[in-house]
């Protein structure tokens, strides 16, 4: 995989350099409640503006239907890219038309350009080969050289990710080279105690990277919504608990294979409970109590570990020389159930071990936190990108990337 080193040595004075961006902000009512990830891609815009390069930054963002839709505009991203990189950014109202060749046209060496949401064509998410090429001809018209630095996304075969490359000179940017550098850190070499902490809200999401962990990860601390398809494997009342059932004999499979392997697989031993959900706009106050784990009322449903929980999977973490975290252990937006989330972050600060928190929920919990992010060894863009390289996947975006 060449890297963008390589380009700058080579000069990219003047050519137009297409930047797979993951620019995939929250919004909330348009504007944007965490710019994580626009940050994590500025070194690479920035090191090709000074270079004297044309940048055309494309991305997605949220999930419209192949069609123009204002309330997914890039348009709030675009801007706050500009304000980072303390100049104007030009931003173009379509992906391959007009907008797209007037913005890329109209800019001189060292300005970048955001092209809108690459969602807003059908041809960018197509399952049909030639449909996606297509697409991914138009784009490369905007462009001599493809630079992939949306880590976020390389797990999906869509045109910018997966075709463009093909039709360009391909190179690696910065946020990809750290992303898959510190992912080799989970997989090849590690040091040990390897502690896992899995949280979110379906156990599904998490049941292939729990397969291949429990051969290679000395610890496992579940946590989130997905904990209590685990408790009722093991028997318990689980209320109104978020529960996937059909997960349950997949689930109870695995608790049996960690106890044979000599894994410790840890579930929480009390939660916090509440007969509502809480209201995450107003976040005002609830009702809540802590309840052991085997004792949740079949009225009530859990939202967050418990205090003793709590302790014990900061006591599992605290001699840790390498952890992974991906997921809450809680309804973290709130702040009655944001404890244990908290409590997490914390013990991964507080060890001395190389933490990587693994995107999605889990970064944006960091930051809503109020966290030092520089705290922790390496904070992921993508959490379902990171999750299937665990899981030993070929991801799409990087194969691309690969002469």
Known sequence: ??????????????????????????????VITDDGRIRAVLPTVKALAEAGAKVVVASHLGRPKGAPDPAFSLLPAAERLGELL?????????????AAHDAVNGLQPGQVAVIENLRFNAGETAK???????????????????????????????????????????????????EVGVLKKLTDDVKRPYVVALGGAKVSDKLAVIDQLLGKADRLLIGGGMAYTFLKAKGYEVGISLLQEDQVPAVTEYLERAEKQ???????????????????????????????????????????????????????????????????????EHPDYAEGTKAVAQALVDSNGFSVVGGGDSAAAVRTLGFDEKAFGHISTGGGASLEYLEGKTLPGLAALED
């Open 1 to 30: 995989m060449k890297t963008i080193d390589e380009l700058l040595s080579a000069g990219v004075d003047g050519k137009r350099v297409f930047v797979r961006a993951d620019l995939n902000v929250p919004l909330a009512d348009g």
């Open 86 to 98: 303390g100049a104007p950014v030009a931003f173009a109202q379509d992906t391959v038309g007009p």
């Open 128 to 178: 049909d080969d030639t449909e996606r090429g297509e697409f991914a001809d138009r784009l490369a018209a905007l462009a001599d050289v493809y630079v992939g630095d949306g880590f976020g996304a390389v797990h999906r075969k869509h045109a910018s990710v997966y075709d463009l490359p093909a039709r360009l000179p391909h190179y690696a940017g910065y946020l990809i080279a750290t």
């Open 262 to 332: 000599g894994v410790e697989l840890l579930l929480p031993v009390d939660v916090v409970v509440s007969r509502e959900f809480p209201d995450l706009k107003t976040k005002a106050p609830t009702e809540n109590t802590v309840v052991d784990a085997d004792k949740i009322p079949a009225d009530q449903e859990g939202l967050d570990i418990g205090p003793r929980t709590r302790e014990l999977y900061a006591s599992k973490l605290a001699d840790a020389e390498t952890v992974f975290w991906n997921g809450p252990m809680g309804v973290f």
